[in-house]
């Protein structure tokens, strides 16, 4: 972007008009009087050197945060004139401190004490020495010298600054200068009424600064200011007419635009407004440039103005419908004033949204505040008088500056603020506080009137304190509705908007009442498991009816589906609506218990429909059972008139009841086959409708009229019926009916004798073990469904990807057969498309062809060479491979096409090795060559050079016609198809070689080798005269009748012939060297390349990124994608991508520094070999000492951080879409058509050119990075904060975003010890202008905007700040690509299809993992995610329609978004995951999401295993807060059943069936376990051989299910297919076995499912940041004991302790193998868990790291912990804080750990009376004296602690004693029980069995009562029992460790499978390792 140059005034000519402001006495004017000052502001006396002056630089960018602002510009420009001026730089640095002190006299601030201390000493040492360089005799005169120096300078040059550029940098700086002399010559003139000025006079004299469009003073010279669009656009905005008069607001003379006056009408900031006026302008100018060109300009307005106001207030409209109140958007009738209007209304909701900082997430809060606004807007401009003071109306916060912040914004943040505070951190219930949605929802409802205008900020709404105890429901308290009904209120509806209209809306309450907290609005999230039953109860309806279905069709032996239709299995089937009953009575009650904390917020209406709700399911639940059981086996039958499949028609009363029952949900269902009519009814206002919503769903604002078109509807059924139809057949083929006759069997064996005390003795037939054995597959029935899923995305995305292209290109080879048809497909797709036959339609473009003949099309030829070209620069490919992949354009042979050499590679040779062994015909050996065109194009390409280059090189008249002679026997000679016949080829490879030799000469062109030149040539001569040519003596004829020949006849022996192409005195035969000619060295170079490239050069690119790049640009260009606008009417778009601390570049210590890892630069050195060596090529260096010798560590840090995930490398890609538009523009202009060079040096010889493709792509194109931190950083002095600068300057066009945080110092009263000062927060726009970074926009904020989840905060304050129609949003671990980039204008045109119903609002885009190249887990982690992004996005957009937002490379239609809440929510923890929520959001708000595959964005994933755990949990954790949240519950509601189900599957569903697989292996190893502990297993398996009954142990045995959840691989492994090939697939995925993955994937369950229960019942969720450095290292034995303990170890040792018992007590009845058959899969999770953190561990077997693990395993162990000791340090500390889901938890959540830890006790139960010692006695009392033993245990052991306490100390002899005392009384009581009560080896293995377990249940339920037993001595013990069983445990997963460990083959055979990738790419591991172990 260009950068403006304003002049400003002489400060001796301009008046200034002063404001009131504190006053800094001065006792001087002049400078001389300066010391003085200093010494009365401080107190102190200068020391001033005696030695000359010396000039040094003051740091100007680390400044106080308040100061910053004020004094920064005066320090920057003292350091520019150090060297020049330094009298006036000292001038300049005393006007910054008097500002400085001025502003803060009692340096309170932050740093403001230290700063004011270096600069006053800076002073004093230059006040004195700065005098004797001045030129002047006083100071004001030297600054005026100064200041009238650059005023000349800028006047001079300010004209061609646009033209030329040689002068900007100083330009700029002069600029500068002018602006802050200006400023200080003004105070020094002037004195201390100067300086109380001096906002007067900084708004003169402080340069310009501009976003985009320079709007004041010189901008109009700009380029962007002469586009016609901008012009016009500018001057719809600057129409004033018709303005009321400035005497009603503050304002003197009339008003420069619309902006202006809605600025001081309102009180909104000057510096928002002047945001908003460029944003309009950019977005008015964007939508005239789409309009037709043939319409008239007032046309083109008003159809561009109407596009922005359908798109602006479609959101108001709705809501005002829907709350059935009249718009205040009023418009004229006369058409102009009708534009103005419009114009005004887009204004005003701009400045509205510009400065509603947190209050954008709050879209219909917005609607209110513009309503009202709109409304006083209205009555200004028509000049309404009020009814009630008989006044203009006026608005009510208007005028004063700020008003609107200050009045309108803040009440209601500081609601936002107060609620926020509430949530503890997160840690609180979500019903205790009300969040964004609570807030924003209270403005669907009528009641939010009540709040009035002006506010009444006494209404309930800004009363945040909620209540502690709530007693039952008061609706006498509820603010709304409590005088009147309904109907009245519907009587009275008009009455209330015409006063609400006038103003007279703000009615204050009849009776005085305390304000009382509203508590949540529509919703509350109680965090229950019940949630997922609530918000998809017809799902689950859906699944339990249908299993119920099925055990009775199953008990009926029902073998064909027509059977169901016999009257006795009919009517048991039909006993399912029993059940559906009973559910609905279940769904009708949750919905009380879950809405009852909203009930304060709730319609009456709604609250009658629930009451009735449960009270028809009440009904429904009686009388269907009472029916069912009086009319059963009651048959009333008819007979059929004609023979049919149903024989009889038979009915009962309980089937009429049915019929009526299921009456209730026909209307649903015939309203499913008709989506139109559904849609019409959600959101119509009639009273019918309305009712009709009501009955089924609470009717809200969002939600209604989602439904898509008959044609999607048709598709996501069909697809949900081929699942479920799968799903039910097998189900019932393989799981329902094999049980049922083993279960007959069961219930027929009578089991009288257990091997246990059996509690429930009576019961009968059996009912445990049916539980046992039914239990496991009924919860693999609810999990299946996830897997069958799995299997149809499969198979459809598979078909998908085929039918549109998908991997059409992914080998060398597919790209160079199909090479020849991309540039069709480029001209086809990328440019405009201004010839409309030739658009093709989608049949068309899957079987296109195009022909190798056709010419090149040189767009095609520069847009392919400027992405070789890029290649190279960023490294992936050599010098040389950029000469073989580019396609020349010398156009030296017009008509011919040149491919890249690298497909004609080895072409030449092979033709020569054909021709020189050929025999036959020409016409065969022409046919031959012509069959390979590349070949016949290499070969006649060849021809013409030779031609070419021998005619430049020749020039003896001799020597040409020799050479013409020649050349003309070879083309008659095929002319007439001889050639085989005159000339002999067996010498074609001599003379090849030989011609090699020449061209190689040419190109050294030494002067000193032209003798060489000359014997080549003659040489070649030689080899055609005589070796190849038949009649060569013609050729030497001629040269014998030459006249330089003469008469001797012994030439022809050898005394000519070596002078030919010599030169002879003055004449010379050749030019050589050539001339410097580009062209023709270019076509020498590429010749020699044609002649000497080998076989090699099929494998260019060589760098697997480069070929994976080029592969898919040329495949996306054959897929389906619209045709391209031209740049200048394409939508214009911006990019956001939000920072926090992470990575900007690496440092340069950082690179080099390695903390025990291996240095970064050693990593990427051997991670990308051969990018490094591309990197030194380019540079010109050997190695990297060279580099770092002379100076290139920037260079060096660049390259390394543009291979990691830094916002460097995010930047750069970023900024290739203006790079791809500013070409795209270019190449659209008609006196550029045939253009050769590259677009850099077309722009560099044409500056005006380049000025217009900037402004082009300005106008199209903006990027912002929110870097939230950078002002504390630049404060602070933090490097990322020059390394954002430094990116600012190397792209002019990025703006950066950053939150100011300033300390405002009131008055001069010194601050209270401990009190921090307020502080003032505003959101700032920045750019690079020279060297520095400059403000653009400072928007005050009304407090912190950080309250709620960080990222979508710090996007909201940034996103007033973006620009355009569309908004894209990148975060900093992603990447793009030049080649994706000139797809963007393709992919925008996508917003004007319609998908469906309706347009996208949210386009989905590819994302490739780039970080998957190099260790197993990247690998692993990099196909998971590339199949979710690919197969399972391409699903979810289409068929299923139910493609949400995930991450961050999708583009937002911007205005649907900002005028709806944003692109993401920020409600602390239940927004965790922001992202998905906008998908939500939109979907809800009836917007349409899809997904496209035809253009990639990078993105970066965690390599590690602990990095990606961290991942999965945070991920989990964000599921399990969606499970709760409005948005989940909404979508499950209203979708229809399919689309409900397709969103249950895609998203909540895959974690809640993950959780119910794990689930299942405990329910089926606890049912063995009931089953062998009880006997019941033996007694029934021992009866059923007895009986020879087999299905019964085969039923016993049939558990082994978990293999199933292979099948959820599936997708990953047909993207695969898709894109690498079905081959590729297959050895991947063998390998990827090979390399555990299976282990990999298994433990990363175990993630998931824990965090997700765990938080979906405790809470406490929040961002895990992940790190995105490199990740190759050794993580501590501690570090993954505390990560993974309780998630997977604890589990682990759990489900080993299940399968050794189940082991023990079965062996004596069951065979091994039945054992193995049931248990392997589980015995691999169990080992899985436990030891895949070390198996993935890098040096995880090396001795030396296991040694330093047991360390400091056994130190941290040990340490103690408390406050502030972190839990990496000690392990009480971890203890403590892996409690504190608990610690925040209810009595609910408690009870249930509880039940949940009861499992624990079911050991020791059952385990006693298997011991020897029981003596096979089943009494109670064994269990009770089990106890008894444990207590003793815990009592010994207590015992010894306290002996501890008391003895060890001073009585260490007695405390042995003591110990041996009680090991000897264990000792012999375990020896007398032997003796006499036959206590056996087994029975102390048995005990330890059951006791453990019991141990652990013990800790969980004291952790679960901690508040109660927390201040006793059983506390202490419960943690001393705690860490001891850590340590057991520790101990237990370390020991096979450090065995292995001593093998060193186990080290290496890990090695080998964790970084097989890179074996295979034969990267440089070892070394990386091995630097590692050094260290």
Request: aromatic content about 12%; glycine content about 6%; overall charge neutral.
């Given at each position: 972007?260009?950068?403006?140059?304003?002049?400003?005034?002489?400060?001796?000519?301009?008046?200034?008009?002063?404001?009131?402001?504190?006053?800094?006495?001065?006792?001087?004017?002049?400078?001389?009087?300066?010391?003085?000052?200093?010494?009365?502001?401080?107190?102190?006396?200068?020391?001033?050197?005696?030695?000359?002056?010396?000039?040094?630089?003051?740091?100007?960018?680390?400044?106080?945060?308040?100061?910053?602002?004020?004094?920064?510009?005066?320090?920057?420009?003292?350091?520019?004139?150090?060297?020049?001026?330094?009298?006036?730089?000292?001038?300049?640095?005393?006007?910054?401190?008097?500002?400085?002190?001025?502003?803060?006299?009692?340096?309170?601030?932050?740093?403001?004490?230290?700063?004011?201390?270096?600069?006053?000493?800076?002073?004093?040492?230059?006040?004195?020495?700065?005098?004797?360089?001045?030129?002047?005799?006083?100071?004001?005169?030297?600054?005026?010298?100064?200041?009238?120096?650059?005023?000349?300078?800028?006047?001079?040059?300010?004209?061609?600054?646009?033209?030329?550029?040689?002068?900007?940098?100083?330009?700029?700086?002069?600029?500068?200068?002018?602006?802050?002399?200006?400023?200080?010559?003004?105070?020094?003139?002037?004195?201390?009424?100067?300086?109380?000025?001096?906002?007067?006079?900084?708004?003169?004299?402080?340069?310009?600064?501009?976003?985009?469009?320079?709007?004041?003073?010189?901008?109009?010279?700009?380029?962007?200011?002469?586009?016609?669009?901008?012009?016009?656009?500018?001057?719809?905005?600057?129409?004033?007419?018709?303005?009321?008069?400035?005497?009603?607001?503050?304002?003197?003379?009339?008003?420069?635009?619309?902006?202006?006056?809605?600025?001081?009408?309102?009180?909104?900031?000057?510096?928002?407004?002047?945001?908003?006026?460029?944003?309009?302008?950019?977005?008015?100018?964007?939508?005239?440039?789409?309009?037709?060109?043939?319409?008239?300009?007032?046309?083109?307005?008003?159809?561009?103005?109407?596009?922005?106001?359908?798109?602006?207030?479609?959101?108001?409209?709705?809501?005002?419908?829907?709350?059935?109140?009249?718009?205040?958007?009023?418009?004229?009738?006369?058409?102009?004033?009708?534009?103005?209007?419009?114009?005004?209304?887009?204004?005003?909701?701009?400045?509205?949204?510009?400065?509603?900082?947190?209050?954008?997430?709050?879209?219909?809060?917005?609607?209110?505040?513009?309503?009202?606004?709109?409304?006083?807007?209205?009555?200004?401009?028509?000049?309404?008088?009020?009814?009630?003071?008989?006044?203009?109306?006026?608005?009510?916060?208007?005028?004063?500056?700020?008003?609107?912040?200050?009045?309108?914004?803040?009440?209601?943040?500081?609601?936002?603020?107060?609620?926020?505070?509430?949530?503890?951190?997160?840690?609180?219930?979500?019903?205790?506080?009300?969040?964004?949605?609570?807030?924003?929802?209270?403005?669907?409802?009528?009641?939010?009137?009540?709040?009035?205008?002006?506010?009444?900020?006494?209404?309930?709404?800004?009363?945040?304190?909620?209540?502690?105890?709530?007693?039952?429901?008061?609706?006498?308290?509820?603010?709304?509705?409590?005088?009147?009904?309904?109907?009245?209120?519907?009587?009275?509806?008009?009455?209330?908007?015409?006063?609400?209209?006038?103003?007279?809306?703000?009615?204050?309450?009849?009776?005085?009442?305390?304000?009382?907290?509203?508590?949540?609005?529509?919703?509350?999230?109680?965090?229950?498991?019940?949630?997922?039953?609530?918000?998809?109860?017809?799902?689950?309806?859906?699944?339990?009816?249908?299993?119920?279905?099925?055990?009775?069709?199953?008990?009926?032996?029902?073998?064909?589906?027509?059977?169901?239709?016999?009257?006795?299995?009919?009517?048991?089937?039909?006993?399912?609506?029993?059940?559906?009953?009973?559910?609905?009575?279940?769904?009708?009650?949750?919905?009380?218990?879950?809405?009852?904390?909203?009930?304060?917020?709730?319609?009456?209406?709604?609250?009658?429909?629930?009451?009735?709700?449960?009270?028809?399911?009440?009904?429904?639940?009686?009388?269907?059972?009472?029916?069912?059981?009086?009319?059963?086996?009651?048959?009333?039958?008819?007979?059929?008139?004609?023979?049919?499949?149903?024989?009889?028609?038979?009915?009962?009363?309980?089937?009429?009841?049915?019929?009526?029952?299921?009456?209730?949900?026909?209307?649903?269902?015939?309203?499913?086959?008709?989506?139109?009519?559904?849609?019409?009814?959600?959101?119509?206002?009639?009273?019918?409708?309305?009712?009709?919503?009501?009955?089924?769903?609470?009717?809200?604002?969002?939600?209604?009229?989602?439904?898509?078109?008959?044609?999607?509807?048709?598709?996501?059924?069909?697809?949900?019926?081929?699942?479920?139809?799968?799903?039910?057949?097998?189900?019932?083929?393989?799981?329902?009916?094999?049980?049922?006759?083993?279960?007959?069997?069961?219930?027929?064996?009578?089991?009288?004798?257990?091997?246990?005390?059996?509690?429930?003795?009576?019961?009968?037939?059996?009912?445990?073990?049916?539980?046992?054995?039914?239990?496991?597959?009924?919860?693999?029935?609810?999990?299946?469904?996830?897997?069958?899923?799995?299997?149809?995305?499969?198979?459809?995305?598979?078909?998908?990807?085929?039918?549109?292209?998908?991997?059409?290109?992914?080998?060398?080879?597919?790209?160079?057969?199909?090479?020849?048809?991309?540039?069709?497909?480029?001209?086809?797709?990328?440019?405009?498309?201004?010839?409309?036959?030739?658009?093709?339609?989608?049949?068309?473009n899957i079987f296109c062809k195009a022909s190798k003949s056709e010419v090149l099309d040189q767009k095609f030829v520069l847009v392919w060479n400027k992405i070789i070209r890029n290649f190279r620069s960023e490294d992936l490919i050599s010098n040389r491979e950029m000469d073989l992949m580019t396609i020349p354009t010398s156009g030296l042979f017009p008509g011919f096409i040149c491919w890249p050499i690298f497909l004609l590679a080895n072409k030449f040779s092979t033709a020569v090795s054909i021709a020189r062994d050929f025999v036959g015909k020409d016409e065969k050996l022409f046919k031959r060559i012509r069959k390979?065109?590349?070949?016949?194009?290499?070969?006649?390409?060849?021809?013409?050079?030779?031609?070419?280059?021998?005619?430049?090189?020749?020039?003896?008249?001799?020597?040409?016609?020799?050479?013409?002679?020649?050349?003309?026997?070879?083309?008659?000679?095929?002319?007439?198809?001889?050639?085989?016949?005159?000339?002999?080829?067996?010498?074609?490879?001599?003379?090849?070689?030989?011609?090699?030799?020449?061209?190689?000469?040419?190109?050294?062109?030494?002067?000193?080798?032209?003798?060489?030149?000359?014997?080549?040539?003659?040489?070649?001569?030689?080899?055609?005269?005589?070796?190849?040519?038949?009649?060569?003596?013609?050729?030497?004829?001629?040269?014998?009748?030459?006249?330089?020949?003469?008469?001797?006849?012994?030439?022809?022996?050898?005394?000519?012939?070596?002078?030919?192409?010599?030169?002879?005195?003055?004449?010379?035969?050749?030019?050589?060297?050539?001339?410097?000619?580009?062209?023709?060295?270019?076509?020498?170079?590429?010749?020699?390349?044609?002649?000497?490239?080998?076989?090699?050069?099929?494998?260019?690119?060589?760098?697997?990124?480069?070929?994976?790049?080029?592969?898919?640009?040329?495949?996306?260009?054959?897929?389906?994608?619209?045709?391209?606008?031209?740049?200048?009417?394409?939508?214009?778009?911006?990019?956001?991508?939000?920072?926090?601390?992470?990575?900007?570049?690496?440092?340069?210590?950082?690179?080099?520094?390695?903390?025990?890892?291996?240095?970064?630069?050693?990593?990427?050195?051997?991670?990308?070999?051969?990018?490094?060596?591309?990197?030194?090529?380019?540079?010109?260096?050997?190695?990297?000492?060279?580099?770092?010798?002379?100076?290139?560590?920037?260079?060096?840090?660049?390259?390394?951080?543009?291979?990691?995930?830094?916002?460097?490398?995010?930047?750069?890609?970023?900024?290739?879409?203006?790079?791809?538009?500013?070409?795209?523009a270019l190449l659209e202009r008609p006196e550029y058509k045939d253009v050769l060079e590259d677009i850099n040096i077309v722009e560099r010889n044409n500056p005006k050119l380049s000025a217009e493709l900037d402004a082009l792509a300005d106008m199209k194109f903006t990027y912002v990075v929110s870097c939230q931190m950078f002002g504390s950083h630049k404060s602070s002095g933090d490097p990322r904060a020059e390394d954002i600068k430094e990116l600012m300057i190397r792209y002019p066009a990025l703006r950066v975003a950053y939150i100011e945080e300033k300390e405002e110092i009131v008055g001069d009263k010194p601050q209270?010890?401990?009190?921090?000062?307020?502080?003032?927060?505003?959101?700032?726009?920045?750019?690079?202008?020279?060297?520095?970074?400059?403000?653009?926009?400072?928007?005050?904020?009304?407090?912190?905007?950080?309250?709620?989840?960080?990222?979508?905060?710090?996007?909201?304050?940034?996103?007033?700040?973006?620009?355009?129609?569309?908004?894209?949003?990148?975060?900093?671990?992603?990447?793009?690509?030049?080649?994706?980039?000139?797809?963007?204008?393709?992919?925008?045109?996508?917003?004007?299809?319609?998908?469906?119903?309706?347009?996208?609002?949210?386009?989905?885009?590819?994302?490739?993992?780039?970080?998957?190249?190099?260790?197993?887990?990247?690998?692993?982690?990099?196909?998971?995610?590339?199949?979710?992004?690919?197969?399972?996005?391409?699903?979810?957009?289409?068929?299923?329609?139910?493609?949400?937002?995930?991450?961050?490379?999708?583009?937002?239609?911007?205005?649907?978004?900002?005028?709806?809440?944003?692109?993401?929510?920020?409600?602390?923890?239940?927004?965790?995951?922001?992202?998905?929520?906008?998908?939500?959001?939109?979907?809800?708000?009836?917007?349409?999401?899809?997904?496209?595959?035809?253009?990639?964005?990078?993105?970066?994933?965690?390599?590690?295993?602990?990095?990606?755990?961290?991942?999965?949990?945070?991920?989990?954790?964000?599921?399990?807060?969606?499970?709760?949240?409005?948005?989940?519950?909404?979508?499950?509601?209203?979708?229809?059943?399919?689309?409900?189900?397709?969103?249950?599957?895609?998203?909540?569903?895959?974690?809640?069936?993950?959780?119910?697989?794990?689930?299942?292996?405990?329910?089926?190893?606890?049912?063995?376990?009931?089953?062998?502990?009880?006997?019941?297993?033996?007694?029934?398996?021992?009866?059923?051989?007895?009986?020879?009954?087999?299905?019964?142990?085969?039923?016993?045995?049939?558990?082994?299910?978990?293999?199933?959840?292979?099948?959820?691989?599936?997708?990953?492994?047909m993207e695969i297919g898709l894109e690498k090939g079905f081959l590729t697939a297959l050895k991947d995925f063998v390998l990827m076995q090979l390399q555990l993955a299976a282990v990999f994937f298994t433990f990363s369950l175990g993630t998931k499912t824990h965090h997700f229960g765990r938080t979906l019942m405790y809470g406490g969720a929040q961002y895990i940041p992940t790190g995105r450095k490199v990740v190759v290292f050794h993580a501590s034995f501690t570090e993954n004991y505390r990560l993974y303990s309780r998630s997977h170890f604890v589990k682990g040792f759990e489900l080993v302790l299940l399968l050794v018992?189940?082991?023990?007590?079965?062996?004596?009845?069951?065979?091994?193998?039945?054992?193995?058959?049931?248990?392997?899969?589980?015995?691999?999770?169990?080992?899985?868990?436990?030891?895949?953190?070390?198996?993935?561990?890098?040096?995880?077997?090396?001795?030396?790291?296991?040694?330093?693990?047991?360390?400091?395993?056994?130190?941290?162990?040990?340490?103690?912990?408390?406050?502030?000791?972190?839990?990496?340090?000690?392990?009480?500390?971890?203890?403590?804080?892996?409690?504190?889901?608990?610690?925040?938890?209810?009595?609910?959540?408690?009870?249930?750990?509880?039940?949940?830890?009861?499992?624990?006790?079911?050991?020791?139960?059952?385990?006693?009376?298997?011991?020897?010692?029981?003596?096979?006695?089943?009494?109670?009392?064994?269990?009770?004296?089990?106890?008894?033993?444990?207590?003793?245990?815990?009592?010994?052991?207590?015992?010894?602690?306290?002996?501890?306490?008391?003895?060890?100390?001073?009585?260490?002899?007695?405390?042995?004693?003591?110990?041996?005392?009680?090991?000897?009384?264990?000792?012999?009581?375990?020896?007398?029980?032997?003796?006499?009560?036959?206590?056996?080896?087994?029975?102390?293995?048995?005990?330890?069995?059951?006791?453990?377990?019991?141990?652990?249940?013990?800790?969980?339920?004291?952790?679960?009562?901690?508040?109660?037993?927390?201040?006793?001595?059983?506390?202490?013990?419960?943690?001393?029992?705690?860490?001891?069983?850590?340590?057991?445990?520790?101990?237990?997963?370390?020991?096979?460790?450090?065995?292995?460990?001593?093998?060193?083959?186990?080290?290496?055979?890990?090695?080998?499978?964790?970084?097989?990738?890179?074996?295979?790419?034969?990267?440089?591991?070892?070394?990386?390792?091995?630097?590692?172990?050094?260290?």
């Open positions: 972007m260009s950068t403006e140059i304003v002049p400003v005034d002489d400060p001796i000519e301009e008046p200034c008009r002063p404001e009131k402001r504190p006053v800094v006495y001065r006792e001087e004017e002049e400078g001389e009087g300066t010391k003085g000052v200093i010494r009365s502001i401080t107190y102190g006396e200068s020391s001033s050197s005696s030695g000359g002056y010396v000039p040094e630089v003051f740091n100007s960018e680390s400044l106080p945060s308040n100061l910053a602002s004020e004094i920064q510009r005066f320090l920057r420009v003292a350091n520019m004139l150090e060297w020049k001026a330094p009298r006036v730089a000292y001038l300049c640095r005393f006007h910054a401190f008097e500002i400085a002190h001025s502003l803060d006299r009692n340096s309170t601030g932050r740093k403001v004490r230290q700063f004011k201390t270096l600069l006053l000493q800076r002073l004093e040492r230059d006040e004195e020495t700065s005098k004797t360089t001045r030129q002047e005799p006083s100071d004001s005169r030297e600054l005026k010298r100064v200041y009238d120096e650059n005023r000349r300078y800028i006047n001079q040059h300010a004209e061609t600054f646009d033209l030329e550029n040689s002068h900007g940098e100083k330009l700029l700086d002069a600029c500068r200068i002018v602006s802050v002399l200006y400023e200080v010559l003004k105070t020094v003139i002037a004195g201390h009424q100067a300086l109380a000025d001096r906002d007067s006079i900084r708004a003169r004299s402080e340069m310009f600064a501009y976003n985009i469009l320079p709007l004041d003073h010189g901008g109009i010279q700009q380029a962007i200011m002469k586009l016609p669009e901008i012009k016009l656009a500018i001057g719809v905005i600057r129409n004033v007419r018709g303005l009321p008069a400035t005497e009603n607001v503050p304002k003197r003379g009339t008003f420069v635009d619309s902006f202006e006056f809605l600025q001081y009408a309102f009180g909104f900031q000057k510096e928002s407004v002047a945001n908003q006026r460029e944003h309009l302008i950019l977005l008015l100018a964007n939508a005239l440039s789409r309009q037709p060109k043939k319409s008239s300009t007032l046309e083109i307005i008003d159809a561009s103005i109407d596009e922005l106001m359908r798109k602006f207030f479609k959101n108001y409209t709705n809501w005002c419908k829907y709350l059935v109140r009249k718009s205040s958007i009023r418009l004229p009738c006369v058409k102009q004033d009708a534009q103005q209007y419009k114009i005004l209304y887009i204004g005003l909701y701009l400045l509205i949204w510009g400065e509603a900082a947190n209050l954008r997430f709050m879209p219909e809060c917005l609607c209110y505040i513009f309503h009202h606004m709109a409304y006083e807007l209205h009555g200004m401009l028509t000049g309404a008088v009020s009814m009630t003071t008989g006044e203009t109306v006026m608005p009510a916060y208007g005028g004063s500056h700020e008003s609107f912040l200050s009045n309108v914004v803040t009440p209601i943040y500081k609601v936002i603020y107060e609620e926020a505070q509430k949530n503890k951190s997160g840690t609180a219930d979500h019903t205790t506080w009300r969040n964004y949605d609570d807030l924003n929802e209270f403005f669907w409802s009528p009641d939010c009137f009540q709040i009035g205008w002006p506010m009444r900020t006494e209404h309930d709404f800004f009363f945040t304190k909620s209540p502690q105890k709530e007693k039952g429901t008061k609706d006498e308290e509820l603010p709304k509705k409590e005088e009147g009904t309904e109907n009245e209120e519907l009587l009275n509806k008009e009455k209330v908007t015409e006063d609400e209209e006038m103003g007279l809306s703000n009615v204050p309450s009849k009776e005085n009442r305390e304000p009382k907290w509203l508590g949540k609005t529509n919703f509350a999230e109680i965090r229950s498991f019940w949630q997922v039953f609530r918000s998809f109860d017809r799902m689950w309806s859906f699944f339990i009816l249908s299993l119920q279905a099925m055990i009775i069709m199953a008990c009926h032996d029902v073998g064909s589906p027509l059977e169901v239709f016999d009257k006795v299995v009919l009517e048991d089937v039909m006993s399912i609506f029993i059940t559906s009953a009973v559910l609905k009575l279940i769904q009708a009650i949750l919905e009380i218990i879950f809405t009852w904390k909203a009930r304060n917020t709730m319609e009456l209406s709604q609250k009658r429909i629930q009451v009735l709700r449960l009270g028809s399911a009440v009904i429904w639940t009686v009388v269907l059972p009472v029916i069912y059981a009086h009319s059963r086996r009651k048959y009333t039958c008819y007979s059929t008139q004609y023979e049919s499949w149903l024989g009889q028609w038979c009915y009962s009363s309980y089937m009429v009841a049915v019929v009526i029952y299921l009456m209730i949900n026909a209307v649903d269902l015939v309203l499913f086959f008709v989506p139109a009519v559904s849609k019409y009814i959600e959101i119509s206002n009639w009273r019918i409708c309305k009712t009709l919503c009501r009955w089924a769903q609470p009717r809200l604002y969002v939600g209604r009229g989602m439904q898509e078109t008959q044609v999607s509807l048709f598709k996501y059924t069909f697809f949900w019926i081929l699942v479920l139809s799968t799903k039910l057949v097998f189900s019932y083929s393989f799981e329902i009916k094999p049980l049922i006759a083993p279960t007959r069997e069961i219930m027929k064996i009578g089991v009288q004798i257990y091997d246990w005390h059996e509690l429930f003795p009576k019961v009968r037939n059996n009912a445990g073990a049916i539980v046992a054995v039914w239990a496991p597959i009924i919860v693999v029935y609810f999990m299946d469904t996830q897997i069958w899923y799995s299997v149809y995305c499969t198979i459809c995305g598979g078909l998908y990807g085929i039918l549109h292209h998908l991997g059409e290109i992914r080998t060398l080879g597919m790209l160079r057969s199909r090479f020849h048809s991309l540039p069709s497909a480029f001209n086809r797709l990328i440019p405009p498309q201004l010839n409309k036959s030739r658009t093709k339609n989608f049949l068309q390979d065109e590349y070949m016949y194009f290499s070969v006649k390409e060849c021809y013409e050079s030779v031609k070419f280059i021998l005619d430049v090189l020749i020039v003896g008249d001799l020597e040409k016609r020799i050479v013409s002679n020649i050349l003309n026997e070879i083309d008659r000679s095929i002319e007439e198809s001889s050639f085989l016949k005159e000339f002999k080829m067996s010498a074609l490879p001599a003379l090849q070689a030989k011609f090699v030799e020449l061209l190689e000469l040419l190109v050294e062109g030494n002067e000193n080798q032209s003798s060489k030149v000359v014997e080549v040539l003659q040489d070649m001569f030689e080899l055609l005269t005589n070796d190849m040519m038949a009649n060569g003596h013609r050729i030497v004829d001629l040269i014998e009748s030459s006249p330089e020949a003469g008469d001797d006849s012994s030439f022809f022996s050898g005394k000519i012939e070596p002078q030919l192409f010599e030169s002879v005195a003055s004449q010379t035969s050749i030019f050589f060297p050539l001339p410097d000619d580009g062209p023709l060295i270019e076509q020498i170079k590429r010749l020699h390349l044609l002649l000497t490239v080998k076989d090699k050069a099929m494998d260019i690119p060589a760098n697997l990124e480069a070929r994976r790049r080029i592969s898919f640009f040329a495949t996306s260009l054959f897929m389906d994608m619209p045709n391209a606008p031209e740049v200048g009417s394409m939508l214009s778009f911006s990019v956001m991508t939000p920072h926090f601390m992470e990575d900007v570049n690496f440092s340069l210590k950082e690179l080099q520094s390695s903390k025990g890892q291996v240095s970064i630069i050693f990593y990427m050195q051997n991670i990308f070999p051969d990018e490094w060596k591309n990197f030194l090529e380019r540079m010109g260096y050997q190695n990297f000492d060279e580099l770092m010798d002379d100076g290139k560590e920037e260079e060096i840090r660049r390259w390394a951080s543009f291979r990691g995930q830094t916002l460097s490398r995010t930047v750069r890609g970023i900024m290739y879409y203006r790079q791809a538009l500013k070409l795209q209270k010890m401990g009190e921090e000062p307020p502080k003032v927060y505003s959101s700032i726009l920045a750019k690079a202008v020279g060297s520095f970074d400059q403000v653009i926009y400072r928007i005050k904020l009304p407090g912190p905007p950080i309250i709620g989840e960080g990222k979508p905060e710090n996007q909201n304050h940034a996103i007033i700040f973006t620009r355009g129609d569309a908004l894209q949003t990148i975060d900093m671990n992603q990447d793009s690509y030049l080649e994706e980039a000139l797809k963007v204008r393709n992919l925008l045109q996508e917003f004007l299809q319609n998908h469906g119903r309706r347009p996208p609002t949210i386009l989905g885009l590819r994302e490739h993992i780039f970080t998957g190249s190099v260790s197993s887990l990247a690998w692993f982690m990099s196909y998971q995610e590339t199949s979710f992004v690919t197969i399972g996005q391409r699903l979810l957009a289409n068929p299923l329609r139910v493609r949400f937002h995930y991450g961050h490379p999708d583009v937002f239609d911007r205005l649907f978004h900002i005028t709806r809440g944003g692109i993401s929510k920020a409600s602390k923890t239940i927004n965790l995951s922001e992202d998905v929520f906008a998908g939500f959001n939109s979907t809800l708000r009836r917007g349409c999401i899809t997904y496209h595959e035809y253009l990639q964005v990078g993105k970066g994933r965690d390599v590690g295993l602990n990095q990606i755990s961290r991942f999965e949990a945070k991920v989990a954790n964000g599921n399990s807060e969606q499970t709760i949240s409005r948005d989940i519950h909404r979508l499950g509601r209203r979708f229809d059943f399919f689309r409900m189900l397709s969103c249950y599957f895609t998203t909540i569903g895959f974690y809640f069936s993950s959780l119910i697989s794990v689930l299942g292996i405990y329910v089926f190893l606890y049912g063995q376990l009931y089953l062998v502990l009880s006997g019941l297993q033996k007694a029934l398996l021992i009866e059923a051989r007895m009986h020879n009954i087999e299905s019964l142990e085969t039923a016993l045995a049939s558990q082994s299910f978990i293999q199933l959840g292979l099948l959820t691989g599936l997708p990953m492994v018992v189940y082991d023990l007590f079965r062996r004596s009845y069951q065979s091994s193998m039945a054992y193995v058959l049931i248990t392997y899969s589980v015995w691999f999770m169990t080992i899985t868990w436990l030891f895949a953190p070390f198996l993935f561990n890098p040096s995880g077997f090396d001795w030396d790291k296991i040694v330093d693990d047991w360390k400091g395993w056994n130190k941290w162990i040990k340490e103690q912990g408390g406050i502030g000791i972190r839990q990496d340090k000690s392990w009480q500390s971890w203890w403590n804080d892996e409690q504190a889901h608990l610690r925040r938890s209810g009595y609910g959540a408690r009870l249930f750990e509880i039940l949940l830890s009861i499992r624990f006790f079911l050991y020791q139960y059952g385990l006693v009376y298997h011991l020897d010692i029981s003596q096979q006695s089943k009494n109670f009392l064994v269990y009770v004296l089990s106890w008894v033993v444990i207590l003793a245990v815990f009592l010994t052991v207590k015992a010894v602690n306290i002996g501890k306490q008391l003895f060890s100390a001073n009585y260490h002899l007695m405390f042995r004693f003591f110990k041996a005392f009680l090991f000897l009384s264990v000792f012999s009581i375990v020896i007398t029980l032997s003796v006499i009560c036959e206590l056996s080896t087994k029975d102390i293995l048995v005990c330890c069995l059951a006791f453990l377990p019991t141990g652990w249940g013990l800790i969980l339920v004291a952790q679960a009562v901690r508040p109660i037993i927390e201040n006793t001595g059983f506390w202490h013990f419960t943690e001393v029992l705690a860490q001891a069983y850590d340590y057991g445990m520790g101990t237990i997963l370390f020991s096979p460790i450090a065995v292995l460990a001593w093998l060193p083959i186990i080290s290496a055979f890990q090695t080998r499978f964790l970084f097989n990738q890179a074996f295979n790419r034969h990267l440089q591991i070892q070394p990386i390792l091995a630097a590692k172990k050094q260290k």
